[in-house]
């Protein structure tokens, strides 16, 4: 699967407009280092994650950033993007992609 940047600045839009919608996840949003950006996984409790925007390089997240836009799209009420997957499915991915 190739690079699709068009979606990556989708959602880096949806991210920055969700900081100054005023909804409570601003507060949320502010505690995002730079160079990094914010998840929930999960199936009944989302829990958040804060990642590396390098991850988005990556072809294997890149695939699981298209699922997470066919299922719940880009635009998230708690200022992140939701992933498809269980916790574990998930930490598993980046622990792989942190040690490449």
Same mark, same amino acid.
């Given at each position: ?26 507060? +949320?949003?502010?505690?995002?280092? +730079? ?10 409790? +989302? ?48 622990w792989s992609?942190?040690?490449?």
């Amino acid at each position: 699967m190739g690079f699709r940047l068009p979606r990556i600045v989708h959602a880096k839009k949806s991210l920055q407009r969700s900081s100054s919608t005023g909804n409570g996840a601003s507060s +949320k949003v502010v505690d995002v280092p +730079k160079g990094y950006f914010t998840v929930y996984v999960g199936e009944a409790q +989302k829990k958040r994650f804060v990642i590396p925007l390098s991850y988005l390089n990556q072809p294997s997240f890149q695939d699981l950033l298209s699922q997470a836009e066919e299922e719940f799209g880009y635009d998230h009420p708690m200022g992140g993007i939701t992933v498809p997957c269980s916790v574990d499915d998930f930490l598993d991915l980046t622990w792989s992609l942190h040690d490449s």
